[in-house]
């Protein structure tokens, strides 16, 4: 199984940007369908974005235009780069991994790893 760790979050004002990163290790991700999902309080957790085993790439609609999924396959990590960030987006931010090679996953269900979560605030 592989291991998620997610880094960048923090504070940030309201149309500021941040980039979270998620380093993978255990196993190569290159032909996983990786995505980020959030949690806000009192929510469940919900797909943010994805990119597959292709580099397509996917959105929710609340995110898209201002989100941007990536990934560095050299490097096993994958990003999240986020603009024009809003108190709405405060959550905490989740990374996972689907070793099925579907390319356009979107369901808690269809991943298998998770990392342990990195808290993103945005002040207004």
């Known amino acids: 199984q592989v291991q998620l760790v997610e880094s960048g979050g923090g504070l940030v004002q309201a149309g500021g940007s941040l980039r979270l990163s998620c380093a993978a290790s255990g196993r190569t991700v290159s032909s996983y369908t990786m995505a980020w999902f959030r949690r806000a309080p009192g929510k469940e957790r919900a797909f943010v974005a994805g990119?597959?085993?292709?580099?397509?790439?996917y959105y929710a609609d609340s995110v898209k235009g201002r989100f941007t999924i990536s990934r560095v396959n050299a490097k096993n990590t994958v990003y999240l780069e986020m603009n024009s960030l809003k108190p709405e987006d405060t959550a905490v931010y989740y990374c996972?991994?689907?070793?099925?090679?579907?390319?356009?996953?979107?369901?808690?269900?269809?991943?298998?790893?998770w990392g342990q979560g990195t808290q993103v605030t945005v002040s207004s």
């Open positions: 990119i597959n085993w292709r580099g397509g790439t």
């Open positions: 996972s991994a689907d070793d099925r090679g579907y390319i356009s996953s979107k369901a808690e269900g269809d991943f298998a790893s």
